[in-house]
């Protein structure tokens, strides 16, 4: 299809050939939104709803503390974890849904520092290698980790995704990238990346915040080592729902973390004052986990099961592409620069583009009902959910933008938010 002579008809001819279409409807929407933020906060399951109501009424309300056994709560970290496996490449007893992403990657970050500790070269490798661009909150983790460490732990950061590579070394101990950046939207090459980290006896950790339920993931088939991620963005997990913790299994005999709480313990419930690491990767969690907002994630993964990450990688590109095309041939002339690859392999499932008012601009955008996300510095950020993202609402989102930017309908003063 040529972009430049497309039309909003056209949109909706691709909307109803698309056979992901009618997952909207399992989706509660604002009636009259554009919803393009998905990567940050995911949209409400319908069945989220019923499923509260159930969890808050009948498991805790009438239920009470039986409902640790009869409704499964106590498992359920383990569960939800083989249900979201699938979605990144990891199978049966390798995921728990546990704590937020910071505290895993802390966990994880610690057991992989401590591994490499035990290896023959061990004491040289005392460098936590990541990149510059990464989230602010893992490049803090890392940092507070190696500080907290001291003995020589320290942090080192690439300036560009194409420096990582060079910039491991025999030092290197554990090399931690987000797969996709949260700014950019680029996506990093996990196989090359994992190999390269690897063959310098290094260990990998991904982050797959932007990752889990936007892009096929792989973890076993590129051989990684840990992995964390977020289930409140493309996974439809809600407002602070737990993360997710994986660890190859081959790692899982010696894995050890510092936060080890009762959950993480063979037989809690023995109730011993002696810690011993529970088998597999239960050792990854802590304590007593936030049950309501677990129980949520099951309603976000419960679509995911009814689709292919293929199918939903194809539409997100599709509408990637799209909105690229239309924002670059209908809004020329406005300040506006794509900072997102182009490049289908090292795009994720957001597009950015930046512009001297971006943070104005956004919020004009969200006084249409065209809900995006701002980040520092000048970057309008939109994310395109193929569960309910259709062409139309790129048609659409595009021409308010257009029009704002036409008629400067924006106002270049706007205060920030605290969040933006
Ligand atoms: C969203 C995001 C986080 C969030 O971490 P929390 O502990 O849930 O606040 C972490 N890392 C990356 C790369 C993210 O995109």
Known sequence: MNHTTMTRQDCLALDGADALAPLRGQFALPHGAIYLDGNSLGARPRAALARGLQV???????DLIRSWNKAGWFDLPARLGNKLAPLIGARENEVVITDSTSVNLFKLLAGALDLQAAAPDGARRKVILTERDNFPTDLYMAQGLAEWLDRGYRMRMADA?????A???????VVMLTHVNYRTGHLHDMRALTTAAQAKGALVLWDLAHSAGAVPVDLNGCNAD??????YKYLNGGPGAPAFAWIAPRHHARFRQPLSGWWSHATPFAMQPEFRPGEGIRRAMCGTQPIVSLAMVECGLDIFSQVGMEAVRAKSLAL???FIALVESRCAGHGLALITPREHDRRGSHVSFTHPHGYAVMQALIARGVIGDYREPHVMRFGFTPLYT????????????RDILDTRDY??????????
């Open 320 to 322: 990637t592409d799209l």
């Open 411 to 420: 106002h270049p003063d706007a205060r920030q938010n605290a969040v933006t």
């Open 226 to 231: 840990f992995a964390v991620g977020c289930t």
């Open 390 to 401: 259709s062409h139309a609402d790129v048609w659409d989102a595009v021409e308010h933008l």
């Open 167 to 173: 910039a491991i070394d025999d030092e290197t101990a």
């Open 161 to 165: 995704p194409e420096d990582i590579a």
């Open 56 to 62: 808050i009424e009948q498991e805790w309300g009438n």
